[in-house]
C-alpha cells in the first residue's frame, strides 16, 4: 500500500485518465477525492472503488470557476481531514487552424486547463503545507512540448502547464511540497469523442497508434502508474520534472 492515509483530490476524476488514476490510488490506500462537472462519471467511479474495498467521494465542480475550484479543495479537506496530493488532470480539448480559432474556445479551453489547474495549486499549497509537504502532479501533453498543426489553443495551455510545473516546484520546494507533470501521448480515454466527430473517431484512432513507434494508443492505467511513482516516496528527489509517456511518440 503506497498510498496509505493519504488523502488526494483529482480533477476530472470521473472519466478516462482522472478515473484509472483514483480507482489506482485507492487501489494504494488513498481516501481519493474526485471533481468534475457531471455527477454521472464521478459516481460511477466511487461505486466501482467502494465496490472495490476503497476510499472515495466526490465534489460536482467546474474548474472554470475558481470558487468551485476552492470549494472542491475545502470539501477534501472538511471530508478526509487534510490534503497530500493534488492530481490537476481535469482538461479539454479542441483544435482548429489559427484562422477559425474563436475567443469562445480561446476563453473555455484556458479557464479550465490553465485558470483552473493555476486556482486549484494555490488553493492547495496550505493545505499541502500543513501536512509537512505533499505533492502536486499536473496532466500537461506531448502538444505542450512539440507544435502540432490546429494546437494553438491547446497547445499553449498545455505549454503553459509544462512552464507552471518548474514555476511552482521552484515556489513550494521549501515547503516539502514537489511538482511534477506528465506529458501522455495518444490515450484511449473519452477525450477524442469531444472534438472528433462519430464517424470519423475508429479510423483517427488507428492512425493515431501507427503514429506511435510502439503502434498502439496507450491506456489510462499506465498514466495512472506513472502518476503512482511520481507521488510516491519513491520520488522524492523528484522535483520540476516532465515525465513524456508516449510510447515514443515524441522522441526528438
Ligand atoms: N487522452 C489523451 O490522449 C491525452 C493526451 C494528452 C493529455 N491529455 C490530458 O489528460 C487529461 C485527462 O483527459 P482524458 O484523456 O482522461 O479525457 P476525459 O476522459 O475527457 O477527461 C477529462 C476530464 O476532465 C473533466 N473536466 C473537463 N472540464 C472540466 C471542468 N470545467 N471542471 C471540472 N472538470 C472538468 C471531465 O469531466 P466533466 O466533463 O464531467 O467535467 C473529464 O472527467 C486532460 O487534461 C487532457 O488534456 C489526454
Not at 60 to 88: M, P
Not at 205 to 216: D, G, H, I, Q, Y
Not at 218 to 241: F, H, I, Q
Request: negative net charge.
Amino acid at each position: 500500500m503506497r498510498l496509505a492515509d493519504k488523502t488526494v483530490l483529482i480533477s476530472g476524476g470521473g472519466t478516462g485518465i482522472g478515473r484509472a488514476t483514483a480507482v489506482c490510488f485507492a487501489s494504494e490506500g488513498a481516501q481519493v477525492m474526485i471533481a468534475g462537472r457531471r455527477q454521472g462519471p464521478l459516481l460511477e467511479t466511487v461505486d466501482a472503488i467502494h465496490a472495490a474495498g476503497g476510499q472515495a467521494e466526490y465534489v460536482v465542480a467546474d474548474y472554470a470557476d475558481v470558487q468551485h475550484v476552492e470549494h472542491s479543495i475545502a470539501k477534501t479537506v472538511e471530508t478526509f481531514g487534510g490534503l497530500d496530493v493534488l492530481i490537476n488532470n481535469a482538461g479539454v480539448a479542441g483544435f482548429a487552424p489559427i484562422d477559425e480559432v474563436t475567443e469562445e474556445d480561446y476563453d473555455y479551453q484556458t479557464s479550465i486547463n490553465v485558470k483552473g489547474l493555476l486556482f486549484a495549486t494555490k488553493f492547495a499549497i496550505p493545505e499541502l503545507a500543513k501536512r509537512n509537504g505533499g505533492s502536486i502532479v499536473n496532466i500537461s501533453s506531448g502538444a505542450g512540448l512539440k507544435a502540432v498543426p490546429a494546437s494553438s489553443v491547446y497547445g499553449i495551455t498545455k505549454a503553459a502547464v509544462v512552464h507552471f510545473t518548474k514555476i511552482m516546484a521552484l515556489e513550494t520546494a521549501e515547503k516539502n511540497i514537489r511538482v511534477n507533470c506528465i506529458c501522455p501521448g495518444f490515450i484511449e480515454t473519452p477525450i477524442f469523442g469531444t472534438f472528433i466527430p462519430q464517424e470519423k473517431l475508429a479510423e483517427s484512432k488507428v492512425s493515431f497508434a501507427e503514429m506511435t513507434p510502439l503502434k498502439r494508443m496507450g491506456r489510462a492505467d499506465e498514466v495512472a502508474k506513472a502518476a503512482l511513482y511520481l507521488v510516491s516516496a519513491d520520488a522524492e528527489w523528484m522535483t520540476g520534472n516532465i515525465v513524456t509517456l508516449d510510447g515514443g511518440l515524441n522522441i526528438a
